[in-house]
Structure formats: structure tokens, C-alpha cells
């Protein structure tokens, strides 16, 4: 049987750092800690040491607003924070500041959705709830979990503002959890309150359960490209386990990233560990209508209403444009080159054939291109004026992608002008047909045979004669001009 014959259930719950905040959630240390000596981004705050008090970033409350409001979610009009109590090294205070919706709890948000189209599928996952969260430090395995005499800690991000977003089970299968993360990072970046290719700007749980058979916690994803890996790992190992006629237990598994599988973790936390209770320190937050109203209208164009701009302003079709604002990186890139060359259709068929043929091709993201596009709307003009042919454009645009030379300049170094001048092709027409006999007497009555002869004749120009000219030589040739 093959996988797409099990009926899959994936829920996910989606750790987003706000890091486009200036400061920590409840302190004045910097919100971007990447690259810095360790403990360094420290204070007595985020390290709860005794006496100090949490102040929280009104900021980072209306950073969560505009995340809760794009993803269609009831705000609560009042909401507080709750002490999350474990024991672990990554938290010095032994408890998390977070948010719950029981014991007392009530978390920012709840109840909304976010839609994707998959397949010509028109999808709704549906968010259970966003919650405000401080992110704990960094554990250092030197030699790997499991196999490092010790460990190292490093509180940089201890404090750091999170949101997590937890989805119900609605995804369907790995591909759609897919989409699912492209569609939100396409959000947060729309938003501005995340730059998701910062490490660790995205982490996740993910539930995963097969036929209705028991669920599995998949922990430790610790960036958005890892989570369908670890998802179809999961499914697989589920999926094979149930044709052999065994059954999944409930568990909780690790993702071990360097040997791409999910492990069984021998710790297991239940809810009622953790404790929870109202976090003493921080007062309940009430938001009043004009303040949401105020939040709400600040909000910039987000993906769905940007897509429908496309269709209108461009003439794009409604998949083009949905696939360009998937990626806010794309959809920029496609208004910046249409700015300078106003043909749209065109520059949005070379963006999702040549363009990302490059991106997957050298796993990198759109602003890490050499191909600006300024670049790509050089090539397109010489295109249209005639100067290179489309065929050589999707060479120039490979060359540039790989030595970051401009368009013009890569065109002359390796001489990939096009040929019109018809004595030049004459002459090279004179050597296709002396070289292939057989072929000109079949190209009499055989119009495959004059192709041929045509194709030849590209050949030996390395695809640099004027088609037209080409074919226009090679039928006077035969007719014995
Ligand atoms: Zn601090």
C-alpha cells in the first residue's frame, strides 16, 4: 500500500521568535542574540536572579495582535501570563513565563484559521490558539545529545519573545504541512515581526498520527526547513509499523537532525508536571477597541490580498500569483524587476522556471541570488530587442547566477550574441549540407529532413543564428539559391 492510502493526521505547534523587536519579552537585553560570546545578553531579568521583575514589551503584545489578526483568530479583549515550572538548565528561574488556557489561564489568542491553496485544494487549518511566550537558552551538546560528557548553556536567548501557534490536526499529509509553514512564514514576513531565516527564528512540535492510531510527539525541530523532513520520517515509520501489523504507542520522539530521524525520548513530561499557575509578577493586560482598532489599521498588506492585487494590477493567473507571495522574498523580487521591466507575464514565468530552478538548485533563498532584478530585466530587454535569443537568455541568466556578472557583460565574454547576418549563416548552412547528403536529398520531399538541416545549422552557431534567417537560408539552399 502506498503511503497516501493511510489517512494522516499532522497538528503542529509552531514556535515563532519575535525577533524583530528591539529587546527581550520581559527585559532590556537585545532581541538578537545570534553571534554574540555566550552569556553575554544577560541581565538579572532573564536570569531571574531574586528581586528582579518582569516588564513586558507592549511591543511584542502588538506583534502577536497583527499575527492573530492575519490568522483570522478571536483576540481576547484580556489576557494574562502563567508560570510554566520545570527543572532544566535552560531556564535559570525554573519556571517559563507563558501563557495557558486553563488554571486561570487565558492566552492572547484562539479559534482562527489560515487558508492555502494545495493542489487546486482550497485548505483551511485551523489555529487553535497563539500564545506569548519567553524562550528559554541554549543547550550545547559538544558531542551530540546522548553521547557529550557534558553540557554547555548559554542564556543569549534566555527571554526572548515567542509566539506559539498551535494548529489543530488538520494536516493532511507532509506536503500540506509544506505549504502550511510557507504560508505563515509568508505572513510573519508580510507582518515584519519575524525574519524566519534567522536561526532558530522557527522551530516546532509536530503531533503525527496514522488511521486513527495513537498520536506521537515529535519534539526538537529546530528549524522550518527540518519540520517536513521530520514529518515524513514520522509518517513513514508509522505507516510501516501499522502495514506489519503492529501499532503505534504514544510517545514522545526526538528529531535527530544530523541522522534525519525521530528517536524515542525516555523523558516524558505530562501537562500536570509543569504546575501552572498565574504568573504573581505581570498584571493582566486589557486591550481597549480604539488600541486594537489602531493595530489592525497599521497592519501592511499580508499574502492572500497582495495575490489578489497581482491578478489585478498584472493580469497575473490566480496560481502565478499565489505561488510568488508563498515567499514575500519572491513577490518583492517580482515587483522590484516588473519596475523596471514592464512586461509582468513574462517576468513571472522566468521567475518560477529559470529563477527558481537556481534557488533549489543552490538551496538558497531569493536575496542571496546574484541575479538582482535589475539583471533579470537587463536580460529580458536584450531578449525582446532581438539582441540574444530566449533559448541563450536561460544561459546568460545560469552564468550570471554563477559569477554574479552583469547580463551585457556575460554576453560578451562568452559571445552569445545573436548571429543575423545572413552571408555568415550562408556559409555555415553551405557546411550542414555538405556534411549531410542524405539529408538534403530527403529534405526535397521529407519537411522533418529540412528541420533537421535547420537544427543543424543552430547547432553549429551554438544556438546563436537568427532562427528565422536560418530557416529562411537553408529553404532558398535547397531550392538551389
Ligand atoms: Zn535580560
Keep these: 500500500m502506498a503511503e497516501s492510502d493511510h489517512r494522516v493526521m499532522i497538528g503542529l505547534e509552531v514556535h515563532v521568535q519575535l525577533n524583530r523587536l528591539n529587546t527581550k519579552l520581559f527585559c532590556g537585553c537585545r532581541a538578537e542574540y545570534q553571534g554574540l560570546p555566550p552569556n553575554t545578553n544577560v541581565c538579572p531579568v532573564c536570569l531571574g536572579l531574586p528581586g528582579s521583575l518582569p516588564v513586558l514589551n507592549k511591543l511584542a503584545v502588538n506583534h502577536a495582535i497583527m499575527v492573530a489578526k492575519a490568522l483570522n483568530c478571536t483576540i481576547s479583549r484580556s489576557f494574562n501570563f502563567v508560570r510554566k515550572n520545570y527543572f532544566y538548565p535552560d531556564m535559570t528561574k525554573n519556571f517559563q513565563i507563558s501563557q495557558y488556557e486553563k488554571a486561570g489561564g487565558v492566552p492572547v489568542a484562539h479559534s482562527g484559521w489560515l487558508g492555502f491553496a494545495n493542489d487546486s485544494l482550497e485548505r483551511r487549518i485551523r489555529i487553535r490558539r497563539i500564545q506569548i511566550e519567553e524562550d528559554p537558552g541554549r543547550l550545547e551538546h559538544p558531542e551530540g545529545i546522548g553521547s557529550s560528557k557534558y553540557v554547555l548553556v548559554d542564556y543569549n536567548r534566555a527571554g526572548v519573545g515567542l509566539l506559539e501557534i498551535v494548529t489543530e490536526p488538520d494536516l493532511a499529509s507532509p506536503d500540506e504541512a509544506r505549504v502550511f509553514i510557507q504560508k505563515l512564514r509568508s505572513v510573519l514576513e508580510h507582518l515584519g515581526v519575524c525574519d524566519t531565516s534567522r536561526e532558530g527564528a522557527i522551530r516546532a512540535d509536530a503531533n503525527v498520527s496514522v488511521d486513527g492510531g495513537n498520536r506521537v510527539e515529535v519534539k526538537n525541530i529546530s528549524s522550518y526547513k527540518e519540520i517536513v523532513k521530520a514529518i515524513e520520517f514520522e509518517v513513514l515509520r508509522q505507516t510501516k509499523i501499522i502495514e506489519a501489523g503492529g501499532s503505534v504507542s504514544r510517545e514522545t520522539r526526538h528529531w535527530v537532525e544530523a541522522k534525519g530521524m525521530t528517536i524515542s525520548s525516555r523523558q516524558k513530561e505530562e501537562e500536570q508536571d509543569y504546575r501552572y499557575f498565574p504568573e ?58 516588473v519596475r523596471l521591466y514592464t512586461n509582468p507575464k513574462t517576468v513571472a514565468n522566468w521567475i518560477q522556471s529559470e529563477i527558481l530552478r537556481q534557488l533549489n538548485e543552490k538551496k538558497i533563498e531569493i536575496n542571496q541570488l546574484a541575479v538582482t532584478p535589475g539583471y533579470l530585466a537587463e536580460m529580458l530587454h536584450m531578449i525582446e530587442t532581438g539582441e540574444i535569443s530566449g533559448k541563450i537568455g536561460k544561459r546568460v541568466l545560469v552564468e550570471v547566477a554563477n559569477t554574479g556578472l552583469p547580463p551585457r557583460v556575460v554576453v560578451e565574454r562568452l559571445g552569445l550574441t545573436r548571429i543575423a547576418d545572413v552571408e555568415f549563416i550562408r556559409r555555415v548552412a553551405e557546411e550542414v549540407f555538405r556534411e549531410n547528403p542524405d539529408a538534403v536529398e530527403d529534405a526535397k520531399r521529407d519537411q522533418e529532413a529540412v528541420n533537421y ?27 538551389g539559391g
Design 453 to 479: 538541416l535547420i537544427g543543424q545549422v543552430m547547432k553549429k552557431t551554438r544556438g546563436r543564428a537568427d532562427p528565422e534567417v536560418a530557416n529562411k537560408v537553408v529553404r532558398q539552399l535547397l531550392n
Design 280 to 337: 504573581p509578577d505581570i498584571p493582566v493586560v486589557s486591550l481597549d477597541e480604539d488600541a486594537l482598532q489602531r493595530i489592525f489599521d497599521s497592519m501592511p498588506e499580508l499574502p492572500d490580498a497582495r495575490a489578489k492585487r497581482f491578478v489585478e494590477q498584472y493580469g497575473l493567473k490566480s496560481y502565478d500569483a499565489n505561488v510568488l507571495v508563498l515567499d514575500k522574498g519572491l513577490a518583492d523580487y517580482f515587483e522590484e524587476t
